[in-house]
């Protein structure tokens, strides 16, 4: 097929000026050609430069959070520092009401709550070295509080049951006038004048003085009892119990259900006694025992008859 030839004309407005132009089928194909090359490739350097765009503002994007998260990181691993540093305070209470509670320390070894673990786990994806100290530091504090609320609940339990002892242990003392004028132990009986044992503790008082419960219970014996005279016996329970002689009046029945420092009755001097006076004893487990070894107050508000320089004449 024969080469054709195009021409494209143009001429001007005023139809003076001509310009001619001789195309073959052939150049007009590399024309046609080197327009969907140039748009192509116009195309593609415009997709490169939008993306490279794109991308760039994600990269500032990402940088900016990344720069916010790292921040809100170092700001919370504060927070946690200053809570641990709480912890550490509340372990020195701890010390503290243990050894009030009668219990023993917390080893530091227990304290310091350790957890095991391979160091071959494999790491499932990438992770910022202040999140992973942030994360062990909250995990460490966990178990650490854990630990301080099971020893707090150890503390709780034994002072409940210390407080429960002690309502139920004689550390008052009976009267709160009057002078100790006898104490515990082998002394001349005041009738005979021969050596006996005195099973309790005489405290002189006025007649009427109130005489009160040393600890809570349930009284088991209330009347007239042969030397005692008028006399009261309170179960404590634990084994202890406590006695009351020589009453002037008995405010409390048998069954009846005392607390610490209720008013049981008055002093007096019935029964094998020469003066008004409360006559105490404790025993435990049946067997009588020092009462001033139970008593917690200062034993020096009381004055002795033998401080005074008079000698025992109570029973």
């Known amino acids: 097929m024969p080469n054709r030839s195009f021409k494209l004309i143009y001429l001007s407005h005023d139809l003076t000026k001509k310009i001619e132009w001789s195309l073959t089928k052939k150049k007009v194909k590399w024309a046609v050609a080197a327009v969907v090359c140039v748009f192509v490739l116009f195309n593609i350097g415009v997709g490169v430069t939008v993306s490279k765009i794109v991308s760039t503002k994600k990269t500032e994007v990402l940088a900016q959070e990344n720069h916010l998260l790292r921040e809100n990181v170092a700001n919370f691993d504060l927070r946690l520092h200053e809570a641990a540093e709480r912890m550490s305070y509340l372990a020195e209470s701890d010390n503290m009401l243990r050894l009030m509670a009668d219990l023993p320390l ?25 999140v992973n100290k942030v994360s062990w530091t909250l995990d460490k504090l966990e178990r650490e509080i854990e630990l301080q609320r099971a020893s ?50 005489d405290y002189s008082a006025p007649r009427g003085t109130p005489v009160k419960a040393t600890a809570g219970g349930k009284v088991v014996y209330a009347g007239v009892y042969y030397n005692y005279g008028k006399f009261i016996v309170i179960d404590h ?36 006694s020469t003066a008004p006076h409360l006559h105490y004893e404790v025993r435990i487990n049946g067997v009588a025992v020092n009462p001033i070894n139970y008593v917690f107050d200062e034993s020096e508000r ?12 109570h029973n």
């Open 106 to 130: 917390l080893e530091a070894d227990v304290r310091n709550v350790g957890v095991g673990g391979s160091v071959t786990d494999p790491i499932l994806m990438p992770t910022i070295p202040e």
């Open 152 to 201: 707090f609940e150890e503390i709780n339990e034994k002072f409940q049951a210390d407080a429960a002892l002690l309502e139920h242990m004689p550390t008052l003392r009976p009267v709160d006038t009057g002078y100790m004028s006898s104490f515990f132990g082998v002394r001349p009986d005041p009738f005979t004048k021969k050596l006996t044992r005195h099973c309790g503790l």
């Open 237 to 272: 329970g634990q084994g202890y119990e406590t006695a009351y002689g020589h009453l002037n009046k008995v405010n409390v029945k048998k069954g009846q259900t005392v607390f610490k420092g209720d008013i049981i009755g008055q002093v007096g001097s019935t029964g094998r």
């Open 302 to 313: 009381f004055p002795t008859l033998a401080a005074s320089g008079n000698g025992s004449r």
